[in-house]
């Protein structure tokens, strides 16, 4: 339990057992704080050079947004997980893991490809 909480550092650290449904209503509400909190290290500030990174980060932070509204009014993890969605596919195209056409044509609109 000592290396538990050395890893934990000050981060909660929430009991729950399997066997005990209750305890997923502890697990969920454990989540729901920590996100809901905002309690999250600050990092260095970001900068972006691109407008399309700029675009996809603002995206990615109303899908956020949408998907915390979602959760203060009760709705359905289904609807929730929609949000979220919208937030990886939004991050993704930063990262490049994913790319709408859009930002693709802004991309290689820069490059000239001749024969």
Do not use: Y
């Amino acid at each position: 339990m000592d290396e538990l909480r050395e890893l934990a550092g000050n981060n909660p650290i929430t009991h729950i057992s399997v066997i005990d449904e209750s305890d997923l209503k502890t697990l969920k509400s454990a989540i729901q704080d920590a996100v809901i909190s905002r309690d999250f290290i600050q990092a260095d500030p970001i900068f972006v050079t691109k407008v399309w990174q700029k675009n996809s980060l603002s995206k990615a932070a109303e899908s956020l947004e949408f998907a915390e509204s979602s959760v203060k009014n009760g709705m359905p993890p289904e609807l929730i997980a929609v949000d979220l969605r919208g937030t990886l596919k939004s991050i993704g195209e930063i990262t490049g893991e994913t790319a709408s056409d859009e930002i693709l044509n802004q991309i290689f609109s820069r490059f000239c490809i001749g024969k």
